[in-house]
């Protein structure tokens, strides 16, 4: 496994390398293997680089029609609900790049059952990558954020589907958010060729210093418990967010 630190001098500059790392993971695979599986994150970070890929140069670097797209995690919200990570990728790069419906696998929310919509994906998954039953998917990228408590994905502090060791996909409890969210584990994402997280921002300097340089505590800081077997973290940061970093 390899880890690397990019640092970016703001939020512009960080999602250009962000778009050219993208890219550039884009375009080897689709040369080695004619495909490019990409889990996208959600919250706020990533709009910004979406919105670049689905723009000008970056653009028309990628045969879009080989990239095939997942969701890192999920609330349990319908697909137009504002809350709802799909409907964020949706309007900032799945739509403006005109995407096929067959290169999109979204969680299945209304489904309504949380457990439900989790076990639906994880099949849809173990076709994709056509698994075994013990197999993990190996996605060319996962993209991450980090949230100011330290979690990633849906995995949340002291929270079940931290010990998860089985599963692809699950739903998790998160009682401090009083709801059910939907997440890969981190099997998963430790499973990837590439793992790439976008942090940005003041807000992210003490869990970034925490979760990188603080004591190794994997329950407060889950961000700590990613780390790919056979493959490449990328930390992709700007200034502000770095800048508690030694
Ligand atoms: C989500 C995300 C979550 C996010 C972090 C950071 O569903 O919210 O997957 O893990 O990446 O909470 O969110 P921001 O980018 O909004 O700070």
Redesign the pocket.
């Known amino acids: 496994m390899t880890s690397e630190k990019i640092i970016a001098k703001n939020t512009g500059e960080l999602n250009k390398l962000a778009a050219a790392k993208f890219i550039s993971i884009a375009r080897e695979a689709i040369k080695k293997r004619g495909k490019f599986t990409v889990a996208l994150?959600?919250?706020?970070?990533?709009k910004g680089l979406y919105q670049l890929l689905a723009a000008g140069k970056f653009r028309a670097l990628v045969d879009w029609t080989k990239v095939y797209f997942f969701f890192?995690?999920?609330?349990n919200v319908l697909p137009d609900d504002d809350k709802s990570?799909f409907r964020m990728a949706n309007e900032n790069i799945l739509q403006p790049l005109e995407i096929r419906a067959e290169n999109i696998f979204r969680w299945q929310t209304e489904i309504g059952n949380a457990e439900k919509v989790a076990e639906d994906y994880e099949r849809k998954i173990k076709e994709f990558f056509n698994l075994d039953e013990n197999q993990f998917p190996r996605f060319d990228l996962i993209l991450?954020?980090?949230?100011d408590d330290g979690?990633?994905?849906?995995l949340f502090p002291h929270t079940e589907a931290l010990r998860e060791s089985e599963k692809i996909a699950v739903a998790n409890s998160v009682e401090k958010l009083n709801t059910n969210?939907l997440t890969l584990t981190f099997p998963t994402i430790n499973g990837a060729a590439n793992v790439m997280f976008l942090v940005s921002g003041e807000s992210?300097a003490g869990v970034l210093r925490d979760v990188l340089q603080g004591e190794f505590a994997p329950d407060e800081f889950p961000s700590q418990n990613v780390n790919p077997k056979n493959g490449n973290l990328f930390w992709l940061l700007d200034e502000k967010a770095a800048q508690n970093l030694a």
């Open positions: 994150a959600g919250g706020s970070t990533p890192g995690d999920e609330r990570n991450l954020g980090i949230g979690h990633t994905a849906s969210r992210k």
